[in-house]
C-alpha cells in the first residue's frame, strides 16, 4: 500500500506479487516520480509508480525469494550513468538490473 503521510490517506494498494512481500525501498530523487521497489517471496521485484500505483517493470531471475531491495547508479562504458535496481536473494546472489530496460548488468 503506498500512503500519503501527511493527509493520513491511502493512495494505492499495490497488487502483483504471487507470495509474501518481504522488502521494500522507495525513491523520491528530484526532477522524477516517486518510485517504490518490492521485493517478494515469489522470487520477483516489481518496480512502481507511486503516484499513480501502475506496475512498472518486474525483475526475475533470482531462484528464491528477494530478501532485499535498493536503488542505485553506476557508471556506464560510455561515461554516462545509468539508473539501477538491486536486488539480494536467499538463493545467495545479488543483482544489478537496469532500471528502464530491466536487464542485468
Not at 516520480?33 to 526475475?60: E, M, Q, Y
Not at 550513468?81 to 536473494?89: E, F, Q, Y
Amino acid at each position: 500500500m503506498a500512503w500519503d503521510v501527511g493527509a493520513r490517506r491511502l493512495l494505492h494498494t499495490l497488487i502483483g506479487h504471487n507470495g509474501p512481500v518481504l522488502c521494500l525501498a522507495a525513491s523520491n530523487q528530484p526532477g522524477s516520480i516517486s518510485l517504490a521497489l518490492s521485493g517478494s517471496a515469489d522470487k520477483t521485484a516489481r518496480l512502481w509508480s507511486v503516484p499513480n500505483g501502475s506496475l512498472l517493470r518486474v525483475f526475475s531471475g533470482h531462484q528464491d525469494g528477494i530478501t532485499s531491495v535498493a536503488f542505485g547508479r553506476v557508471q556506464r562504458h560510455n561515461g554516462g550513468l545509468a539508473d539501477t535496481v538491486i536486488t539480494a536473494s536467499a538463493d545467495g546472489t545479488a543483482r544489478v538490473w537496469d532500471a528502464y530496460t530491466g536487464a542485468t548488468l
